[in-house]
């Protein structure tokens, strides 16, 4: 796929990983879809400025299976139709099993594995229809080996592997392709308030003895979406701490 003048919707996409994403496919001449729970911003927006293409901003829940489908119709209607979606919205509520609450489980579920079957769901009509697409799902690492006190961010992003191979064969006819990108440890507003001894375990823990950036899950979102042969796939972007 050639990704010039196509029309991505990234949910999660006001920092971090999702915002990374949008600015590294804004500069291959991508629309952008901005999303968050909350209205965007028009600075946000004017980060954008510095690329010739199409930004639009639409906020909303994912967990809300009507409110995904207002938000698709939504960037339709806008830019005329959604070419790429990426499933990045995601929460923790980390603690061990015994202090875990069913709230704490269910909501982690409801925002990174529903919210993602959500905007699928919702995106797939028209795109089975354009007979073209590309969906991919922001999975991680752990949701691969697991860690201790993320039983119930683990079990999302598992499930979200799930989801990712499912469909990728529901769909794979029509030219619509599904995969996740499992990030490891990446550099972050929450590794940055780590001690450097903490960080040092955790680096330890990395074949490459390394954080990850952002750009490089960027870089890879990029390649995954315009591959046209890559389908039902989960790349582990994560300095080899997960070799299968």
């Given at each position: 796929?050639?990704?010039?003048?196509?029309?991505?919707?990234?949910?999660?996409?006001?920092?971090?990983?999702?915002?990374?994403?949008?600015?590294?496919?804004?500069?291959?001449?991508?629309?952008?879809?901005?999303?968050?729970?909350?209205?965007?911003?028009?600075?946000?927006?004017?980060?954008?400025?510095?690329?010739?293409?199409?930004?639009?901003?639409?906020?909303?829940?994912?967990?809300?299976?009507?409110?995904?489908?207002?938000?698709?119709?939504?960037?339709?209607?806008?830019?005329?139709?959604?070419?790429?979606?990426?499933?990045?919205?995601?929460?923790?509520?980390?603690?061990?099993?015994?202090?875990?609450?069913?709230?704490?489980?269910?909501?982690?579920?409801?925002?990174?594995?529903t919210g993602a079957f959500n905007?699928?769901?919702?995106?797939?009509?028209?795109?089975?229809?354009?007979?073209?697409?590309?969906?991919?799902?922001?999975?991680?690492?752990?949701?691969?080996?697991?860690?201790?006190?993320?039983?119930?961010?683990?079990?999302?992003?598992?499930?979200?592997?799930?989801?990712?191979?499912?469909?990728?064969?529901?769909?794979?006819?029509?030219?619509?392709?599904?995969?996740?990108?499992?990030?490891?440890?990446?550099?972050?507003?929450?590794?940055?308030?780590?001690?450097?001894?903490?960080?040092?375990?955790?680096?330890?823990?990395?074949?490459?003895?390394?954080?990850?950036?952002?750009?490089?899950?960027?870089?890879?979102a990029l390649f995954v979406a315009?591959?046209?042969?890559?389908?039902?796939?989960?790349?582990a972007i994560d300095g080899g701490?997960?070799?299968?």
């Amino acid at each position: 796929m050639e990704i010039t003048n196509k029309n991505v919707f990234i949910t999660g996409s006001t920092r971090g990983i999702g915002l990374a994403i949008a600015h590294h496919f804004a500069a291959q001449g991508a629309n952008l879809v901005l999303n968050g729970r909350s209205e965007i911003s028009s600075e946000l927006i004017g980060e954008f400025d510095q690329y010739d293409v199409q930004v639009v901003g639409v906020s909303g829940d994912v967990s809300d299976a009507d409110d995904a489908k207002r938000m698709i119709q939504e960037a339709t209607d806008a830019l005329g139709s959604v070419d790429v979606l990426i499933n990045n919205a995601g929460i923790t509520a980390d603690k061990l099993v015994l202090k875990m609450t069913a709230d704490d489980f269910e909501r982690v579920l409801k925002i990174n594995l529903t919210g993602a079957f959500n905007m699928t769901q919702a995106v797939l009509k028209p795109m089975t229809k354009a007979r073209q697409g590309a969906i991919i799902n922001m999975t991680s690492v752990v949701g691969l080996i697991g860690n201790a006190g993320q039983a119930n961010y683990a079990a999302s992003k598992a499930g979200l592997i799930g989801l990712t191979k499912s469909v990728a064969r529901e769909v794979a006819s029509r030219n619509i392709r599904v995969n996740a990108i499992a990030p490891g440890f990446i550099e972050s507003d929450m590794t940055a308030v780590l001690s450097d001894k903490v960080k040092d375990a955790m680096k330890a823990q990395i074949p490459m003895k390394r954080f990850g950036s952002v750009e490089e899950i960027a870089t890879a979102a990029l390649f995954v979406a315009t591959q046209e042969y890559i389908t039902g796939q989960t790349i582990a972007i994560d300095g080899g701490m997960v070799m299968q």
